[in-house]
């Protein structure tokens, strides 16, 4: 039987695949097996340590160390290490978890290290962030005759609340991010041009929906900001202006707290600068004031009162009676 090596993405997994394949005339029946399961889960056994590798197949760990060796590795680790160069970026967040598992006690201060890496990531932003292209981005917004925001994966999220922070003080900004997915996106830029803005957000893992939006915005005229994570970045390579944002995290892909917090600086800076802003906030509140919520009063919580949600209503005028 001729094994042919699966499609593969990148030139270190079409390394590993056609090594595989290479060898397999010559291995036992059970690294045959071995390799047959390997080939069509490139990336599920990357994450795999050698025991697990060993009963997915329903082999020994001796087994699995054999079948790395046969394959001309010194071991499973180096066999390991060759699968996962080709999904860096996307274990990363893996790698790291199962590390973190491995090594620290229960009672780390982990909350703690969190909220510290996002107050490092937030020093770095603001550092790398310099005056000039923070106005240019602000500017780029008020400009435009329209925004759309465009972010796919945990980014979506964002751009709904980019959408929301900018709606008030600009007449016309959209989030393409989840209403009809990238077809829908896709016909809304189809009409873009120079006089628009798109805002592309993107970190590791990039979501190629993001970026080819983006692009192909950008071929038809329209400006492109990204928010991003540096200038290697497959967003930044042809957007007209860049904010690099740190979003390092340490037991997942990335961290969206410094990229919220540029978001809710750049929504700031608009509301600013932006004519009729302070009007347009007016109005904004007292449309949505029958939804919003009183806090209760000081007394009643003083008194032992259970604290109930009050819903505010509209005022109306009370005519009143005046005794004769």
């Not at 160069?85 to 990363?92: K, M, N, S, V």
């Not at 990229?259 to 004519?275: G, H, N, Q």
């Not at 347009?280 to 109930?308: C, I, K």
Request: charged letters at 20%.
């Amino acid at each position: 039987m001729i094994h042919h090596p699966p499609a593969a993405s990148s030139p270190a997994e079409q390394a590993i695949a056609a090594r595989i394949a290479a060898a397999m005339p010559t291995l036992t029946p059970i690294h045959q097996r071995m390799g047959d399961y390997v080939l069509a889960n490139l990336f599920r056994a990357a994450t795999m340590r050698i025991d697990e590798l060993a009963s997915v197949v329903g082999a020994s760990v001796a087994t699995a160390n054999r079948f790395a060796r046969a394959l001309g590795f010194d071991g499973y680790p180096q066999f390991r290490e060759a699968l996962v160069r080709g999904f860096e970026a996307t274990l990363a967040p893996v790698e790291r978890l199962r590390s973190a598992q491995e090594s620290l006690a229960a009672g780390d201060a982990l909350v703690d290290a969190s909220l510290e890496q996002a107050a490092n990531n937030l020093h770095a932003t603001r550092t790398a962030i310099d005056r000039a292209a923070a106005d240019a981005a602000v500017e780029a917004i008020i400009a435009a005759r329209r925004v759309f925001v465009l972010g796919y994966g945990a980014s979506a999220f964002l751009a709904g609340l980019m959408e929301h922070g900018l709606m008030p003080y600009h007449d016309n900004v959209q989030s393409l991010a989840l209403i009809g997915g990238p077809s829908h996106a896709a016909r809304r830029l189809f009409a873009s041009n120079e006089r628009d803005l798109v805002i592309g957000i993107a970190f590791p893992r990039y979501v190629e929906d993001t970026i080819e939006l983006a692009r192909r915005a950008a071929s038809r005229g329209a400006r492109v900001l990204a928010l991003t994570d540096g200038p290697r970045s497959p967003l930044a390579q042809f957007a007209n202006l860049s904010l690099f944002i740190r979003a390092d995290r340490r037991l997942a892909a990335n961290a969206d707290s410094a990229v919220l917090a540029v978001i809710e600086a750049l929504c700031d800076a608009v509301a600013y600068r932006a004519k009729r802003s302070v009007k347009a906030a007016a109005d904004v509140s007292e449309f949505v004031l029958p939804w919003l919520v009183e806090p209760q009063g000081d007394a009643a919580h003083a008194a032992g009162d259970a604290p109930r949600a009050t819903r505010r209503t509209p005022r109306t005028t009370r005519t009143t009676k005046t005794k004769r």
